[in-house]
């Protein structure tokens, strides 16, 4: 009886050690929500101050483009002595309708040798700045227009101030009569 009493032991204590649980392969309801909730709450905290970069950083886009064109325009109507024309354009081909002040989609940059603000044929295509979806409007004033011809000494024929505004900032950007893009507004947001 002992030996049967023993192998009932032996029996019942290896089917102990043979049911080891298996670790779990999923996550529990409880682990989801509280995931889902955490991630909701860094999503409502991080969306608004990324919307705020992004606005920031188009600021800077736009006062950089806007100087490094007029900048080009500049020394090149200096350099080859010949008129150069930075224009308003939707499409950046041609000058925007007359007088286009609206300058949010984007200009070219063009060598201008009859001087009337038009791409013809003898002209060179110097520089496009396109903006695809702008979610600003940048406005030049209208001694301004929707061209700038900047002449052969490299002095631009008018100046004025462009405006730009965005949902959360106004700033300006002047053409000085020298041809340079100044900030018009002592604002660090306006870049």
Known sequence: MEGREQQRLDANESRNTMKTPKPSRGVTLIELMTTLSVAAVVLTLGVPSFRGIQLSMQRAQVS??????????????????????????????????DPSTDWKNGWIVFTDVDSDGVVDSGDERLDTVRFESPVFKLDAA?????RITFASSGFPASTGTFTYKDEKLTCGLRLSPVGRIEKDSNDPQCG
């Open 64 to 97: 950089s483009s806007l100087t490094a064109s007029f900048t080009l325009a500049r020394s090149e109507a200096a350099r080859r002595a010949v008129s150069v024309t930075v224009c308003s354009s939707a499409n950046g081909t041609s000058c925007g309708g």
């Open 142 to 146: 209208n001694a301004l227009g929707g």
